[in-house]
């Protein structure tokens, strides 16, 4: 049985399968779009949420420095990314980089956690972009009906009928085509771009230096019972995080990486880039080099226009404005975060459909899905059904709970990659590679000792719900997956591998 559940997937065949004409997604993206897909979907609520909390309550003005070392982090994740996609331009991202490298069984696990990782991820941002519009809406004269609100923290019943609708109206987006997306993504992400390079210099006129005195605070100890005071922590090293001091700077660094999630997402796309040897790498790194620079720059105006020590949690940027006497920027800032989170939502509910397609494609899921509209060349039946589901849930439940899973199965994604860089570099050095990551194991070791850093900065709670997930998912590969897999039918000779331009 070993040998079946890590049995991989030849990197040739896995690129004749893109080829088959019911299966075959439109190239059409570019370098630029895939920089653009990522600008969106990494800029987020975290650039305007997450500085003020870590400032106060970790790193001070060092934040900056925090946001350094988290794209740092990420950074040599996106390094390894960059070598996989460019060598292995299919759909699915670490999913498909596990399958030809790792074997069946990892590529499985990781694209059920990528499944579970960018479905919650969807449904929150979904929730977020509702409350943003509503509070827009409330400063208009307006108010959404009793019951279709928003449902976080709501005990009664309701639905929140504008996250519901928004998904909605996404997924006929992405059923439409990519080029249509690429397009509605780059009016957005620009709209939000301008918002923070907005607030960003006009913020730069309201900073007074002695706010950054000291810059980095001195060192505290964490209170008992404090938020970031991580279980795993203590278990493993017998101490809890430490608030502020050079210790503070790395704690902060665990909080804010979870900002960068999302360059990942560039990956999937892969198998409808024009030139992924060359637009991959240069997508998934110059998003990330773009939204590193503004959260710098960000977290730099925000600490220096008001002290740490007084900025607020929820609305660090638009309480800090209304602090130096700009109150109209808390409107302008709420406008730009709603405008962030549509593209955030669309390609997120992007990333899962292209790993669920890919799995589909490769018999560990029902191939019923795997088929692509013949007209518009998307997978449209993942994304209807994806799209549908997600709507119910981001309609009817609360997600703020949840949405550490997105974290934990996005790290357990770097870990993956990172780790089959090394084997794949072992087992095929004849692959041409576009893309090389340097200093092979080095980085990709890096990268890993980053990623389980970060993890168990996580609470347990989370890692609890991660492995009843992961639990759950290896129920449903030993009863379908393993026996209907397309290697599992081609070792029993119930099909034969693709031989380009279709299956015979």
């Given at each position: 049985?070993s040998?079946?559940?890590?049995?991989?997937?030849?990197?040739?065949?896995?690129?004749?399968?893109?080829?088959?004409?019911?299966?075959?997604?439109?190239?059409?993206?570019?370098?630029?779009?895939?920089?653009?897909?990522?600008?969106?979907?990494?800029?987020g609520t975290?650039i305007?949420?997450?500085?003020?909390?870590?400032?106060?309550?970790?790193?001070?003005?060092?934040t900056?420095?925090?946001?350094?070392?988290?794209?740092?982090?990420?950074?040599?994740?996106a390094?390894?990314?960059?070598?996989?996609?460019?060598?292995v331009?299919?759909?699915?991202?670490?999913?498909?980089?596990s399958?030809?490298?790792?074997?069946?069984?990892?590529?499985?696990?990781?694209?059920?956690?990528?499944?579970?990782?960018?479905?919650?991820?969807?449904?929150?941002?979904?929730?977020g972009?509702s409350?943003?519009?509503?509070?827009?809406?409330?400063?208009?004269?307006?108010?959404?009906?009793?019951?279709?609100g928003?449902?976080?923290?709501?005990?009664?019943?309701?639905?929140?009928i504008?996250?519901?609708?928004?998904?909605l109206?996404?997924?006929?987006?992405?059923?439409?085509?990519?080029?249509?997306s690429?397009r509605i993504?780059?009016?957005?992400?620009?709209?939000?771009?301008?918002v923070?390079?907005?607030?960003?210099?006009?913020?730069?006129?309201l900073?007074?230096?002695?706010?950054?005195?000291?810059?980095?605070?001195?060192?505290?100890p964490?209170?008992?019972?404090?938020?970031?005071?991580?279980?795993?922590?203590?278990?493993?090293?017998?101490?809890?995080?430490?608030?502020?001091?050079?210790?503070?700077?790395?704690?902060?660094?665990?909080?804010?990486?979870?900002?960068?999630?999302?360059f990942?997402?560039?990956?999937?796309?892969?198998?409808?880039?024009?030139?992924?040897?060359?637009?991959?790498?240069r997508?998934?790194?110059?998003?990330?080099?773009?939204?590193?620079?503004?959260?710098?720059?960000?977290?730099?105006?925000?600490?220096?226009?008001q002290?740490?020590?007084?900025?607020?949690?929820?609305?660090?940027l638009?309480?800090?404005?209304?602090?130096?006497?700009?109150?109209?920027?808390?409107?302008?800032?709420?406008?730009?975060?709603?405008?962030?989170?549509?593209?955030?939502?669309?390609?997120?509910?992007?990333?899962?459909?292209?790993?669920?397609?890919?799995m589909s494609r490769?018999?560990?899921?029902?191939?019923?899905?795997?088929?692509?509209?013949?007209?518009?060349?998307t997978?449209?039946?993942?994304?209807?059904?994806?799209?549908?589901?997600?709507?119910?849930?981001?309609?009817?439940?609360?997600?703020?709970?949840l949405?550490a899973?997105?974290?934990?199965?996005?790290?357990?994604?770097?870990?993956?990659?990172?780790?089959?860089?090394?084997?794949?570099?072992?087992?095929?050095?004849?692959l041409?590679?576009?893309?090389?990551?340097?200093?092979?194991?080095?980085?990709p070791?890096?990268?890993v000792?980053?990623?389980?850093?970060l993890m168990?900065?996580?609470?347990?709670?989370?890692?609890?719900?991660?492995?009843?997930?992961?639990?759950?998912?290896?129920?449903?590969?030993?009863?379908?997956?393993?026996t209907?897999?397309?290697?599992?039918?081609?070792?029993?000779?119930?099909?034969?591998?693709?031989?380009?331009?279709?299956?015979p």
């Amino acid at each position: 049985m070993s040998s079946t559940l890590f049995r991989t997937k030849k990197v040739e065949q896995s690129i004749l399968d893109t080829e088959e004409p019911e299966h075959a997604l439109k190239k059409s993206l570019s370098a630029l779009d895939l920089t653009v897909f990522g600008v969106g979907v990494i800029i987020g609520t975290g650039i305007f949420v997450l500085t003020g909390t870590v400032a106060k309550d970790n790193a001070g003005p060092a934040t900056a420095l925090a946001f350094v070392a988290a794209g740092i982090a990420c950074a040599l994740a996106a390094l390894c990314y960059a070598e996989f996609a460019s060598t292995v331009p299919v759909a699915g991202s670490a999913y498909t980089f596990s399958y030809a490298s790792l074997g069946e069984l990892p590529a499985w696990i990781i694209g059920w956690d990528l499944v579970l990782e960018f479905a919650l991820g969807t449904a929150v941002v979904a929730v977020g972009w509702s409350g943003y519009i509503q509070s827009l809406m409330e400063n208009a004269g307006w108010t959404m009906p009793a019951g279709l609100g928003s449902r976080e923290g709501a005990d009664a019943f309701g639905f929140d009928i504008l996250a519901a609708a928004l998904v909605l109206v996404l997924t006929g987006i992405l059923v439409l085509g990519m080029k249509l997306s690429a397009r509605i993504t780059s009016l957005v992400v620009a709209i939000k771009v301008t918002v923070v390079l907005v607030v960003i210099i006009a913020g730069a006129f309201l900073i007074k230096g002695d706010n950054y005195d000291p810059f980095i605070p001195k060192e505290q100890p964490v209170e008992a019972g404090a938020s970031l005071d991580s279980p795993l922590i203590q278990l493993m090293f017998g101490w809890a995080p430490s608030n502020f001091g050079v210790m503070g700077i790395f704690t902060a660094a665990s909080v804010v990486f979870f900002a960068f999630i999302g360059f990942d997402v560039v990956a999937t796309a892969a198998e409808e880039t024009k030139n992924p040897q060359r637009d991959m790498p240069r997508g998934i790194l110059g998003s990330l080099l773009i939204c590193t620079t503004l959260y710098v720059l960000v977290s730099i105006v925000v600490t220096g226009m008001q002290h740490y020590s007084e900025l607020s949690v929820d609305a660090p940027l638009a309480d800090a404005f209304k602090a130096t006497g700009h109150p109209w920027f808390a409107g302008f800032i709420s406008f730009g975060a709603a405008v962030g989170l549509t593209t955030v939502c669309m390609i997120l509910l992007l990333g899962q459909t292209r790993v669920f397609f890919a799995m589909s494609r490769d018999g560990l899921l029902p191939r019923f899905f795997s088929h692509v509209h013949p007209r518009f060349k998307t997978p449209h039946r993942p994304t209807i059904l994806l799209g549908v589901i997600i709507a119910i849930l981001a309609g009817f439940t609360p997600l703020t709970e949840l949405a550490a899973l997105v974290n934990i199965g996005t790290l357990f994604a770097f870990v993956v990659v990172a780790i089959g860089v090394i084997i794949l570099r072992k087992s095929r050095p004849d692959l041409p590679r576009a893309f090389r990551t340097p200093w092979v194991p080095v980085i990709p070791i890096l990268s890993v000792c980053a990623s389980l850093w970060l993890m168990i900065n996580l609470p347990a709670e989370t890692w609890v719900r991660f492995a009843i997930w992961m639990a759950a998912g290896f129920l449903v590969y030993f009863l379908y997956g393993r026996t209907h897999s397309r290697l599992a039918r081609q070792e029993s000779g119930e099909e034969q591998p693709s031989v380009g331009g279709g299956t015979p």
